[in-house]
T-cell receptor, first 115, second 113 residues
Framework: DGGITQSPKYLFRKEGQNVTLSCEQN?????MYWYRQDPGQGLRLIYY???????QKGDIAEGYSVSREKKESFPLTVTSAQKNPTAFYLC??????????????FGPGTRLLVL | GESVGLHLPTLSVQEGDNSIINCAYS??????FIWYKQESGKGPQFIID?????DKRQGQRVTVLLNKTVKHLSLQIAATQPGDSAVYFC????????????FGKGTMLLVSP
């Protein structure tokens, strides 16, 4: 059963704590993305990765970090520097990051809440 | 589940009606457009896409129309069902050399039985 999985579904962060959100895909896609969604807002791009061991900042990368050690995995760390982390986080993937536009497929999301 | 649709434009229709959801995109150079459906508390689900060399594309019960002159995209849903209730948003690829997408804020569709 191919797709994108994200865990956990809900995550609670204490002040000053770093937390890591998991994203795994078995679609054999090269490109992966992280978005943040706030109520009434469109998706905003945090980081994206075209290929293993390479990633680029998106529009709102401050306070976040990522790694791409494996093709299937693209974890996102929300650091203590992110002062307003409460949001719905979505991971997506696409076949590649070629210049002609590719469909992005999304995981089920992780909701991060601050204690 | 949690709502992602707070303060969004809302379209309310009766079951069986046809629905039209509109989207104004920002970049005249955009060459690829996607419509997504998002149910409360879930990730967006791909519905249909269209490239800029087309004006219309049809899927199962859905049609996307692209008007490049006025930078307007619409999603038509035929015979709308209660299961179609969700937030719908469009995304555009701005043809900036790589395939990141820019997303609209969305429209909430409410279907009454």
């Amino acid at each position: 059963d191919g797709g994108i999985t994200q865990s956990p579904k809900y995550l609670f962060r204490k002040e000053g704590q770093n937390v890591t959100l998991s994203c795994e895909q078995n679609l054999n896609h090269d490109a992966m993305y992280w978005y943040r969604q706030d109520p009434g807002q469109g998706l905003r791009l945090i980081y994206y990765s075209q290929i293993v061991n390479d990633f680029q900042k998106g529009d709102i990368a401050e306070g976040y970090s990522v790694s791409r050690e494996k093709k299937e995995s693209f974890p996102l760390t929300v650091t203590s520097a992110q002062k307003n982390p409460t949001a719905f986080y979505l991971c997506a993937s696409s076949i590649d990051l070629g210049g002609y536009g590719e469909t992005q497929y999304f995981g089920p999301g992780t909701r991060l809440l601050v204690l | 589940g949690e709502s992602v649709g707070l303060h969004l434009p809302t379209l309310s229709v009766q079951e069986g009606d046809n629905s039209i959801i509109n989207c104004a995109y920002s970049n005249s150079a955009s060459d690829y457009f996607i419509w997504y459906k998002q149910e409360s508390g879930k990730g967006p689900q791909f519905i249909i896409d269209i490239r800029s060399n087309m004006d219309k594309r049809q899927g199962q019960r859905v049609t996307v129309l692209l008007n490049k002159t006025v930078k307007h995209l619409s999603l038509q849903i035929a015979a709308t069902q209660p299961g179609d209730s969700a937030v719908y948003f469009c995304a555009e690829n701005m043809n900036s050399g790589y395939s990141t997408l820019t997303f609209g804020k969305g429209t909430m569709l409410l279907v009454s039985p």
